[in-house]
């Protein structure tokens, strides 16, 4: 197994503290000026613009994406990915740097991201002499509603770039900031969305004899739906059903004809996945049998979310990197989050290997104050919180490193000779 050349990381990284101002001012921009999923629009032509100057060649992909592909010789290509989308939350940091957009938000911390990959571009364009091989960076859109990598692989992002050998990206979190956290095998959980309409037959509320109540129905498979993760699963298994929604009728004296539930489910692997959709289709089906529905029900998935299941020979080689590079002690493991991504559409689409891990962002102080205060929650607001707020230093420093340190264990590792 190749590791990490310490050398050409050194070399790559050479000009990151030159770079800390133009860091923290990029993130700031990104900050301040938020937009939300697909209309990522300015923050996509001033990636564009930079990493032309860096000199990729630059394509709009998936709507407001960027994708810029650097190749630099022979050796393997590495593709680096960074979220692009706000979210639909009031920023109460107080920050001087604080959204310039009312009710629009950075609350997930992919302006880290998308610095931080930036910020990589920027340095692996400045050191061409240090690697080799093909540095792709994909900024995508709308990962929040579950649709930006789809919109990158559909506008055919795997017949626009080389095929990648691996896929790689990071997610800020509401760990110390300094840390990263990786694992193999699952740390984001595979969510779906269902939307399930029974019907019914409408009635005057004082002739129930006259109906097929979708009420009654829809609350007979809410809680007959409890019993998949209960009755169905393995104790030890990990699967989540949560009836988020229950919508049917108006008023009082009036029996609806129809009622219309909202499920959501977590899993962490498609067996356990198929079967809780598969019961939830069961249940369905044998409660509006059992009320006597008049049309069987519809039930239609959307805001689907892929599990990130990273590959195991990729993250080690990448772990082992990061352990050279930042020290054992910087690199925990990954605890799987119950949280998704869309991310590993992209990976999926071409078939190749990916490896995801989390960036720790949150001021260390905050941990020792929650710990002091003795609290089971510390403290720290975490991702979607209007109070989020990454530290910048080092934050943004460490998001660069990591995605350096991270393609250089592939790129370096093919160098056809080596300065050192
Ligand atoms: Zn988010
Ligand atoms: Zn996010």
């Given at each position: 197994m190749a590791s990490l050349n310490s050398g050409a990381a050194a070399q790559v990284l050479k000009n990151l503290g030159a770079n800390s101002d133009w860091l923290e001012a990029t993130y700031q921009q990104f900050h301040a000026h938020p937009e939300l999923s697909f209309q990522e629009h300015a923050s996509g032509d001033v990636i564009a613009a930079a990493l032309s100057t860096y000199g990729f060649s630059v394509q709009r992909l998936g709507g407001t994406g960027v994708v810029g592909v650097l190749v630099n010789g022979d050796g393997a290509v590495v593709m680096s990915r960074a979220d692009m989308d706000a979210l639909p939350v009031s920023e109460?940091?107080?920050?001087?740097?604080?959204?310039?957009?009312?009710?629009?938000?950075?609350a997930c911390g992919h302006d880290v991201h998308m610095t931080a990959l930036l910020g990589a571009a920027k340095l692996m364009a400045e050191t061409q002499g240090s690697w080799s091989g093909s540095f792709i960076v994909v900024f995508q859109p709308a990962e929040e509603v579950g649709g930006g990598a789809r919109a990158l692989v559909d506008d055919g992002l795997t017949h626009k770039v080389p095929r990648p050998d691996v896929v790689l990206g990071q997610h800020v979190m509401p760990?110390?900031?300094g840390m990263l956290a990786t694992a193999a095998g699952p740390v984001l959980s595979a969510a779906d969305s269902l939307r399930i309409t029974v019907h019914g037959k409408g009635s005057?509320?004082?002739?129930?004899?006259m109906s097929v109540d979708p009420v009654v129905l829809a609350a007979s498979i809410v809680m007959k739906l409890?019993?998949?993760?209960?009755?169905?699963?393995?104790?030890g298994e990990f699967a989540v059903v949560t009836v988020g929604a229950l919508n049917a009728g108006s008023t009082a004296n009036i029996i609806p004809d129809r009622a219309t539930l909202l499920v959501n489910i977590r899993s962490y692997n498609d067996t356990v996945r198929t079967r809780v959709l598969a019961a939830i289709e069961r249940i369905v089906e044998g409660e509006c049998a059992a009320a006597g529905s008049p049309q069987p029900a519809d039930i239609e998935l959307y805001d689907q979310f892929p599990l990130t299941n990273n590959d195991a020979a990729a993250t080690e080689r990448i772990s082992e990197a990061f352990a050279v590079h930042f020290?054992?002690?910087a690199v925990t493991v990954a605890t799987p989050q119950t949280a998704s991504e869309d991310f590993s559409v992209l990976p999926n689409a071409f078939g190749a290997p990916y490896s995801y891990w989390f960036l720790g962002g949150s001021d260390p102080e905050l941990f020792v104050a929650a710990q002091d205060n003795d609290g089971?929650?510390?403290a720290v607001p975490a991702n979607h919180?209007?109070?989020f707020a990454p530290v910048m230093n080092p934050t943004l420093s460490l998001g660069v490193q990591a995605h350096v340190v991270a393609a250089l264990s592939y790129l370096d590792g093919r160098m056809p000779s080596r300065s050192n």
């Open positions: 109460a940091t107080g920050l001087p740097y604080a959204s310039t957009v009312p009710g629009v938000m950075h760990l110390p900031a005057h509320g004082s002739m129930p004899h409890q019993t998949i993760v209960s009755r169905e699963t393995k104790p020290g054992s002690e089971a929650t510390p919180s209007p109070l």
